[in-house]
């Protein structure tokens, strides 16, 4: 199965779970992208005692995840983006949509 993972929100647990769910669909044999959205882009930042998102992320990338960050969210932000998380656009949002067997937003 392709499962598409769109994530827009900033909360720690929730984000953390949304890359729980990425790497456990890659682990059982599927192909799994997800896609940063609005406050989803902030995910590198979100490191709590209880959520270690980032190890969660490059767990997710590790396991052979694919990880695409909205470039207009980002600038919003004044950010960049970064290796684990390259700037994406729309038409990558629209492809993942339509490429996936399922999507499901965090």
């Known amino acids: 199965m392709k499962l598409g993972i769109i994530?827009?929100?900033d909360e720690a647990e929730t984000v953390w779970n949304a890359f729980r769910l990425g790497s456990f669909a890659l682990n059982e044999g599927d192909t799994v992208k997800i896609f940063l959205l609005a406050k989803g882009v902030e995910c590198e930042s979100l490191d709590t005692e209880k959520f270690n998102v980032t190890e969660e992320m490059q767990k997710f990338v590790n396991d052979n995840g694919e990880i695409l960050a909205c470039g207009t969210c980002l600038k919003i932000r004044n950010s960049e983006g970064s290796q684990m998380c390259p700037l994406s656009t729309?038409?990558?949002?629209?492809?993942l949509i339509n490429e996936c067997d399922k999507v499901v937003t965090f």
Request: aromatic fraction near 22%; avoid cysteine.
């Open 7 to 9: 994530i827009y929100s």
């Open 90 to 95: 729309m038409k990558d949002l629209y492809d």
